[in-house]
């Protein structure tokens, strides 16, 4: 069963629609009723994250053959940065640890489950990386015919990324919006469940990344949440495992949620700036932040009326920020994440500089995929490396030292 | 305190280490006592595994801003490969989601406390690449200054790897195994802390995810574990939390653990299959497998003992089993490894061939590391890539399904 916000709850046979066939709104998944809700996943511990907050996902059962190992990610509160800031309470929640490296695996687990309790023997995903290969690998879990879409011109380590799993690659020619809203169309006829990046059950995965953190914080939100912002799945995911929160009167004040563009391809931070109730498509793409440019997001309205609602806010930050961030992630917390990530910080900095959050609050960084990915994007910097002999290494070394 | 197993306990002040200074045999860590074991692990389910196993720690406390989150990774059950070749209850353990994408960072956790706890500012490493990527991490997290060595020729992905975390970068001409003492004597003359393959600290890091895959099988044994197997300190530490259940006497039998070096780098299997108690240096290396090509491990003597103490074996497989096996990972079960870390699957195949273990018990191969650190080494074979126009998509599609 999906909802959509304006027609309510519309009913789905066979096919996951993404968008209300009446409104064209972006559709969410109704829960399940009856619920025990988070009293008993907070008494349960359940180690499997579907099953433990099984009662907040729209799914009728959990089979745990289809699962990687994700979620339950750590939270770690980075003091050195805290120092550096001059602020208290700063947290990363560090989504590269899941089973292929991002947060897409949370969303992809869910939208898997779905696909097998829906009879689907087929599944898809349109993606510059990130997703392709979340998919790709639980499809292989899953025992599924997985298809993987990508942009003509994606880079060969991305789709060797992927292309490990053993899906169909297909690299497409032509607008990567319209791909998204084509994929939908051959997926209805051909029988193929495209899970993309805003697939209402995908969503439902990141509902659970929110869950962890309220957990992990002694069962209290956080003061404020940055998350890297493309298409909005993800931001709309963590926002929803607050309203259900919110829902259960577990919460009292929302997390003000701040979601982070690349200032080379910002629709949302520029319609969010302006008042806008819709994105107008992004026509000069420039940045390097692949993962998180997406001119046309296919939500964006969504994203921009809960943001609104839940008093949050959405910016933009230059590619060279990002970078900076990357590193002081790395150099003084020991956190490597790609550039994309590193958003998330590299927002935290400009809020701060604009003094819109108050001191005393938790802020909770979301690092979405790890360094390892991207390790190409650091061939521009200077390593600077020392070379010795053996038999010159202890002279060499108090050189150094 | 630390022990050796012919000399009994050995004192060090200030130094940590690794050879006793009478008869040069490996030293291990000595567990502190008293201690209140298994039954309080199993009870307490404390989220973070040094708190959680603590007891079994030879550590007088754990400082959690250390931590990266290591740790508590998936036990998946591989129903796929189970089916293909015939056997029930086959399992990974993916110590690819740790936060470096390695299981180096198991050891590295503990030995930094122990660097913390020993009033240590600098600490260093000796590494081919994930070591030293793990070793830089832990480096930046807890602010020590961290010299990391590696061989001439490391290939450029794995210094940029480590080299993000900013330490001092060291490449050093000449032989590795004299590498390995030299850090030595240079770290006790210029107090750094240099946590090596077979740092007695390092080791007890693994023991951790020993005592997770008996958590993980309901408070049970494996009936056998396939271990990549380099200079050993990774195999030493699985068994000695095993020895520790013994111990305890919370396991009757001991698994039958199965060491698995590349076929062009295999000291300890050629002394294993000879019957040796000690490795010859392996001369002529010929393998792709650099993560686990030690030609002359350290530890080498107590791999050996150790795994005849318990009815062990120790095997070699060639680099096409090592690229099959990772490839059968990928694509029937979603996980994407390193070659090396498919060498436990290889081994299974080939045990399996030679009937030395008995059905219907449980085998765990141990994923060692992620493969997204390794992705130029599928550079050489073929990506089967299907490319469309999106006006030719759905016509494409239809041929492909």
Same mark, same amino acid.
């Given at each position: 069963m ?6 309510g709850k519309?009913?789905s046979?066979?096919?996951v ?6 409104c ?5 998944a109704?829960?399940?009723?009856? !619920?025990?809700?988070m009293?008993?996943?907070?008494r349960s511990k359940h ?7 099984g009662?907040?996902l729209?799914l009728e ?12 990610t750590?939270?770690?509160e980075?003091?050195t940065?805290? !120092?550096?800031?001059?602020?208290s309470? *700063?947290f990363?929640?560090n ?7 991002s947060?897409k695996?949370r ?6 489950q779905?696909?097998r309790?829906?009879g689907?023997h !087929?599944?898809?995903?349109?993606s510059?990386g990130?997703?392709?290969a979340?998919t ?5 879990r899953g025992?599924?015919e ?5 942009k003509?011109g994606?880079?060969?380590a991305?789709l ?9 690659l297909?690299?497409v020619r032509?607008d ?6 084509k994929?939908?169309?051959i997926?209805?006829?051909? +029988?193929?469940y495209?899970m993309?990046s805003?697939?209402?059950?995908r969503?439902e ?5 929110g869950?962890?953190?309220f957990?992990?914080l +002694? ?5 404020s949440v940055?998350v890297?912002l493309?298409s +909005?799945?993800h ?6 495992a ?7 009167g577990l919460i009292?004040d929302?997390p ?9 391809c910002?629709?949302l931070?520029?319609a969010f700036?302006t008042?806008q109730?819709?994105a107008?498509r992004?026509?000069d ?7 998180i440019?997406?001119?046309?997001p ?11 609602r839940h008093r949050?806010?959405i910016?933009?930050?230059?590619d060279?920020?990002? !970078?900076?961030a990357q590193?002081?992630l790395?150099a003084?917390e +020991?956190l490597?994440c790609q550039p994309?990530s590193?958003?998330?910080l590299a927002g935290?900095?400009k809020?701060?500089? =604009?003094?819109?959050f108050?001191?005393g609050e938790?802020?909770? =960084?979301?690092l979405t995929g790890s360094g *390892?990915k991207?390790?190409q994007s =650091?061939?521009?910097?200077? *390593?600077?490396?020392?070379e010795?002999?053996l038999d010159g290494?202890e002279?060499?070394?108090?050189s150094l030292t």
């Amino acid at each position: 069963m999906l909802e959509c916000p304006n027609c309510g709850k519309i009913e789905s046979a066979g096919v996951v629609p993404v968008f209300c066939p009446n409104c064209r709104a972006s559709l969410f998944a109704a829960p399940l009723s009856p !619920r025990a809700g988070m009293k008993r996943a907070v008494r349960s511990k359940h180690p499997h994250p579907l099953v433990r907050y099984g009662d907040f996902l729209p799914l009728e059962g959990v089979d745990p053959s289809l699962s990687l190992g994700e979620g339950n990610t750590p939270l770690l509160e980075l003091k050195t940065l805290e !120092r550096r800031f001059g602020v208290s309470l *700063l947290f990363a929640k560090n989504e590269a640890q899941n089973p292929t490296g991002s947060f897409k695996d949370r969303g992809t687990a869910v939208a898997v489950q779905k696909a097998r309790l829906l009879g689907f023997h !087929r599944i898809g995903t349109v993606s510059t990386g990130n997703m392709a290969a979340s998919t790709a690998a639980y499809g292989a879990r899953g025992g599924f015919e997985t298809y993987v879409l990508l942009k003509e011109g994606t880079p060969e380590a991305s789709l060797r990324a992927a292309g490990i799993y053993g899906p169909t690659l297909v690299t497409v020619r032509g607008d990567y919006g319209r791909l998204f809203h084509k994929s939908l169309d051959i997926g209805k006829e051909l +029988g193929i469940y495209f899970m993309n990046s805003v697939d209402p059950f995908r969503l439902e995965g990141y509902k659970i990344t929110g869950f962890e953190i309220f957990s992990a914080l +002694g069962d209290r939100p956080p003061g404020s949440v940055f998350v890297p912002l493309s298409s +909005g799945g993800h931001l709309i995911g963590l926002m929803r495992a607050f309203e259900d929160l919110l829902g259960e009167g577990l919460i009292d004040d929302f997390p003000t949620f701040v979601g982070v563009q690349a200032a080379g391809c910002a629709p949302l931070a520029r319609a969010f700036e302006t008042g806008q109730n819709s994105a107008a498509r992004w026509t000069d793409v420039r940045t390097a932040a692949h993962a998180i440019s997406n001119p046309s997001p296919p939500a964006g309205d969504a994203v921009l009326r809960m943001i609104r609602r839940h008093r949050g806010m959405i910016l933009s930050v230059s590619d060279e920020d990002m !970078r900076r961030a990357q590193d002081l992630l790395a150099a003084e917390e +020991g956190l490597f994440c790609q550039p994309e990530s590193a958003a998330s910080l590299a927002g935290f900095v400009k809020c701060r500089k =604009l003094k819109s959050f108050r001191r005393g609050e938790s802020a909770v =960084l979301v690092l979405t995929g790890s360094g *390892l990915k991207a390790l190409q994007s =650091l061939d521009s910097f200077p *390593l600077d490396i020392h070379e010795f002999t053996l038999d010159g290494l202890e002279d060499g070394f108090r050189s150094l030292t």
